[in-house]
């Protein structure tokens, strides 16, 4: 399908976008210092948050290229989230049901849930390569989380004033011309100070090593000195406000699951 197709198809409401679809609303659960959030991790920046009531899926892929050894991330979901919409990334094709789709920046509310898309860039040449990438901060399950997509700019004083302070980070940190390289993703963790951070987008064994130009997550990890470190040892982890640590940040090395 190509992209101009796409959009027909979400103002059609194949896939329904906020604005389209207000009526629908799902029962929120009132979240406590216990409620669980789970954080699965689909592949390169892919992550479904199933929590408080609510399941949100940030960055669906198409198998493709860096990504081809990956399985599509066609999982169920109340929202869509997209950092960006190029051939292999922002892809929603083939995701089952009918959910909710934000892809563009802005604040919005949607099934309880306040989200706001903050506009970064997807490259180091001020967009001109890769346009824009839309990191995305909400609150789940009472955590308070940020998913910086495929951000590959300094993050600006402005910009930072809008991300906050998050409990949750999840950063790319794998380089390439469309993300944060190790260096530049510590840069980021030390201005945002987050509580735990979940490294993305780096090399794996799953990834296609002939189409991949990303460093492993070691590369980042070896300039965390003074971060605890810790494996998940699976391809998911659970997260309550009352298990966050008081001091970080402690960095969740995740495992895809083949």
Request: charge should be positive; include cysteine; charged fraction near 15%.
């Amino acid at each position: 399908m190509k992209r101009r197709d796409f959009l027909r198809s979400v103002q059609a409401g194949v896939i329904v976008s906020v604005g389209a679809a207000i009526v629908r609303k799902l029962p929120m659960q009132p979240a406590t210092a216990a409620t669980p959030l789970s954080i699965q991790w689909l592949g390169h920046t892919c992550f479904r948050f199933s929590g408080g009531g609510q399941t949100v899926l940030v960055n669906p892929f198409r198998p493709l290229g860096c990504t081809a050894n990956y399985r599509a991330p066609q999982v169920s979901t109340d929202l869509v989230l997209i950092s960006s919409r190029l051939l292999d990334e922002g892809v929603v094709e083939g995701l089952p049901g009918r959910p909710r789709l934000l892809f563009e920046p802005g604040t919005y509310r949607t099934n309880g849930l306040e989200f706001q898309g903050i506009r970064t860039l997807h490259d180091r040449q001020n967009g001109f390569r890769f346009g824009v990438n839309v990191a995305w901060k909400w609150t789940q399950a009472g955590i308070n989380l940020l998913h910086l997509g495929g951000i590959a700019a300094p993050i600006t004083i402005e910009q930072r004033i809008l991300m906050g302070q998050p409990d949750v980070l999840l950063i790319p940190v794998g380089g390439s011309a469309k993300a944060y390289t190790p260096e530049e993703a510590k840069a980021a963790v030390d201005s945002l100070q987050p509580k735990i951070v979940i490294p993305t987008h780096y090399l794996t064994a799953a990834a296609n090593p002939d189409a991949c130009d990303l460093q492993p997550v070691d590369d980042f990890l070896a300039l965390m000195q003074g971060a605890t470190i810790r494996s998940a040892g699976s391809d998911s982890l659970s997260v309550t406000a009352g298990s966050l640590p008081s001091a970080g940040p402690v960095v969740e090395v995740m495992t895809y699951r083949f």
